[in-house]
């Protein structure tokens, strides 16, 4: 990755329009109507994405009918009691969203869907953090993301520096129950190293929709070199 600009936070590069721009292709089915399942905002020094950007790359020709938001840190709320301070996120987002709903940007309905973000390890703290989401999110809230990625050998998949066994935690486990009851989703991210982590996951509360993120996230570039035919799909 190449050093970041002046003025760019570290981890973030800005989006370049000339390169995205250097190979373009025919819709092929311009008719068929796709809901965008994961895409994030943000507006961090030297470096924005926010909805005239998702609404450029939204209008190439394909039928984007709404979009999901996921969870990416942005617009946290600096103080205050810590199980709310992701709440600035959902409040950020469900701006965006209305103005969206407005019409005024197109058809899309951006950010329909929110995925954000509370911190499972919160525990029994967790279930009245998730209704505050729900609350202010005038139904668009559906679910959050607790980034996991974890490797032996220090590999930073994220700007998150999630510890090792996250989703067996029992403490996270205490708070993860909170989703089924309200029913809300779960977006789980991290390496094809721990699949077996969030299968165990799953099994313990069957009736939570969790989202696999990114395919599992295989990491034979960094922590396994020489290794890639095997973290490769078939």
Same mark, same amino acid.
């Given at each position: 990755? $190449?050093?970041?600009?002046e003025g760019i936070a570290p981890g973030f590069l800005p989006v370049r329009p000339d390169w995205l721009a250097s190979i373009t292709r025919p819709c092929s089915s311009p008719g068929l109507p796709i809901v965008d399942p994961h895409h994030h905002l943000w507006d961090r020094p030297g470096n924005s994405y926010l909805l005239p950007d998702l609404i450029g790359d939204t209008s190439s020709g394909h039928n984007i009918v709404a979009t999901v938001f996921v =969870?990416?840190? +942005?617009?946290?709320?600096? *103080? /205050?009691?810590? *199980?709310?301070?992701?709440? @600035?996120?959902? =409040? ?8 969206? +709903? ?5 058809? *899309? ?6 995925? @954000? ?7 029994? &703290? $967790?279930?009245? +953090?998730?209704?505050?989401?729900? +609350? ?8 959050? &993301? ?10 930073? #998949?994220?700007? $998150? ?9 029992? =403490? ?5 129950? #909170? !989703?089924?009851? !309200?029913? !809300? ?6 390496? %094809? ?10 099994? #313990? ?8 993120? %990114? ?6 570039? #960094?922590?396994?070199? /020489?290794?890639?035919? =095997?973290?490769?799909?078939?």
């Amino acid at each position: 990755m $190449a050093a970041p600009k002046e003025g760019i936070a570290p981890g973030f590069l800005p989006v370049r329009p000339d390169w995205l721009a250097s190979i373009t292709r025919p819709c092929s089915s311009p008719g068929l109507p796709i809901v965008d399942p994961h895409h994030h905002l943000w507006d961090r020094p030297g470096n924005s994405y926010l909805l005239p950007d998702l609404i450029g790359d939204t209008s190439s020709g394909h039928n984007i009918v709404a979009t999901v938001f996921v =969870e990416c840190r +942005a617009m946290y709320r600096a *103080t /205050g009691d810590e *199980t709310r301070r992701s709440l @600035g996120e959902t =409040e950020f987002v469900n701006g965006i969203a209305a103005m969206s +709903a407005s019409g005024g940007y197109g058809a *899309t309905k951006a950010c329909l869907g929110i995925v @954000g973000n509370v911190d499972m390890r919160f525990g029994d &703290r $967790a279930k009245a +953090a998730l209704e505050a989401h729900v +609350a202010i999110s005038g139904g668009r809230f559906k679910g959050i &993301r607790n980034v996991s990625p974890w490797h032996a050998s220090g590999l930073r #998949a994220s700007s $998150a520096t999630p510890p090792e066994g996250l989703l067996r935690d029992a =403490e996270f486990r205490r708070g993860f129950k #909170a !989703l089924g009851e !309200l029913g !809300l989703s779960f977006d789980s991210w991290l390496l %094809h190293t721990q699949l077996d982590d969030v299968i165990d996951l799953a099994r #313990a509360f069957p009736g939570t929709s969790i989202v696999l993120d %990114h395919v599992g996230g295989p990491s034979a570039s #960094a922590p396994t070199p /020489g290794r890639r035919s =095997e973290a490769s799909p078939r």
